[in-house]
């Protein structure tokens, strides 16, 4: 017999950001595992087909902007569950972070309809967290994630540091069942850039947009100072190379590349779509760009494991952080510190091929979606009645 569980997300599709790609992947795929899966989300101005979402998606307004926690969202999900508890029987509750209203009613819903709970970290609450931690709001997350460790069945986290940081602290078993990328979303990726003169590199998405930190904004004040170097020392120029950005872009990117006097090469374009951003970045691109978040040893860029399946050499930013072993086992590139000397020395060793590339298509799969849901699906069967 299949189980049925509420998957709870603050982020679904018609949305689109970098937080849906998790729950769309449960959301399809754990059907396949004998598992049902109704979710709990937010209002879209889109919708599924209809053969997908009607009785299957259940939507409520949410608060623009919030960045912690919807009380408004997290009292109407809470109500929408005991108005469908007569007609929707659940096996398990599953919540998904971020946001912190996800957690905190899925504990609730727990106590409600006595049945297990499982919390999953996709970033850190109040590790290495994403969030504005003001006094105010890191006490409160502070005695909401120890709620949570209380109240929940399971805890899974999406990467090694955080499950190791997250056990040690509460002492208690975390599942790490890794974020991925969709083998769909590759679909378009047909053909590739033919080797020229010159050498450009990409990068999806913006440095700044999601970690506008201190630490990383001197990090990238290193690396647009180490293009300088470069540049000044007469190793790259329009002529022979090429960094581009594709996304959403903060003032602060723009203004150093302006800064440093490097827009002759440095290119800003508009956000697309994944499946056509992987296809153009395939047949455009020579390389990939990835960038960590110093210190942070358990935070993984999503973006990073669809690069390591795009067959494209990485120049990594991120040694010391979730991301470095990433692609050291993949094979799939380079890393190097985030000092200024650590990157000009870096950058010159890519740009002359002076890494390893040789993609292990084995570690690449176990960050298939396809295989990840499949480990979800055996945390929900092993707490289910």
Same mark, same amino acid.
């Given at each position: 017999?299949?189980?049925? %569980?509420?998957?709870?997300?603050y ?9 849906v790609?998790?729950?769309?992947? @449960? ?10 899966? &109704?979710?709990?989300?937010? *209002? ?5 087909? /209809? ?5 299957? $998606?259940?939507? @409520? /307004?949410?608060t /623009? ?5 919807? =009380? ?11 108005? =469908?508890?007569?007609?929707k029987? #659940? ?6 972070? /971020?946001?912190?209203?996800? @957690?905190?009613a ?11 709970? +499982? ?7 109040? %590790? ?5 931690? !003001? ?9 909401? *994630?120890?709620?949570?460790?209380? *109240?929940?069945?399971? %805890?899974?986290? $999406? ?6 940081? !997250? ?7 975390? =599942?790490?069942? !890794?974020?991925? #990328? ?10 590739r ?10 990068? #999806? ?16 004040v ?18 022979n190379?090429?960094?581009? #950005? +594709? ?5 602060? *990117?723009?203004d ?24 153009w ?18 935070? +993984? ?12 050499? +990485? ?10 072993? %990433?692609?050291?086992?993949?094979? &799939? ?15 010159? @060793? ?19 979606r396809?295989?990840? &849901? ?12």
């Amino acid at each position: 017999m299949s189980k049925h %569980i509420l998957l709870l997300t603050y982020y679904f599709p018609p949305m689109r950001n970098g937080g849906v790609g998790r729950p769309w992947s @449960l959301f399809r795929r754990l059907p396949d595992q004998g598992i049902d899966v &109704t979710v709990l989300t937010t *209002e879209a101005n889109e919708s599924l087909p /209809p053969e997908l979402e009607k009785g299957r $998606v259940l939507r @409520l /307004p949410y608060t /623009p902007g919030t960045c912690y926690r919807d =009380h408004k969202w997290e009292k109407e999900a809470f109500s929408a569950v005991l108005s =469908h508890k007569k007609d929707k029987k #659940f096996d398990c509750v599953y919540g998904t972070f /971020p946001l912190a209203s996800t @957690l905190a009613a899925a504990s609730k819903i727990k106590r409600e309809l006595g049945i297990p709970f +499982i919390a999953e970290f996709r970033d850190g609450l109040t %590790i290495e967290s994403l969030l504005p931690m !003001y006094e105010k709001i890191r006490k409160q997350a502070e005695a909401l *994630e120890a709620d949570i460790f209380r *109240e929940a069945d399971r %805890i899974v986290a $999406v990467t090694s540091g955080a499950a190791e940081m !997250y056990a040690g602290k509460y002492g208690r078993p975390v =599942h790490r069942i !890794y974020n991925g #990328f969709d083998p769909e979303d590759f679909r378009l990726v047909r053909k590739r850039k033919a080797q020229g003169s010159r050498h450009d590199m990409v990068l #999806f998405g913006s440095i700044l947009a999601s970690r506008s930190t201190k630490k990383r904004i001197h990090s990238y004040v290193n690396f647009m100072g180490a293009l300088k170097v470069l540049k000044e020392k007469g190793l790259i120029n329009k002529e022979n190379f090429s960094l581009s #950005f +594709i996304g959403r872009s903060v003032p602060d *990117e723009r203004d150093l590349a302006k800064q440093f006097k490097l827009t002759e090469f440095i290119n800003f374009f508009a956000p697309m779509p994944k499946e056509e951003g992987l296809a153009w970045m395939a047949s455009s691109f020579d390389s990939l760009l990835e960038y960590g978040s110093p210190g942070d040893n358990s935070v +993984i860029c999503g973006k990073l494991l669809e690069y390591i399946n795009l067959g494209m050499p +990485i120049f990594g930013v991120c040694k010391g952080s979730g991301s470095e072993d %990433i692609i050291l086992r993949t094979r &799939t590139g380079m890393v190097c510190g985030f000092g200024l000397e650590d990157v000009a020395n870096g950058l010159i @060793l890519f740009l002359q091929g002076d890494y390893h590339f040789d993609p292990n298509r084995e570690e690449i799969e176990k960050f298939n979606r396809v295989r990840l &849901t499949a480990q979800v699906a055996e945390v929900i069967k092993a707490v289910c009645p």
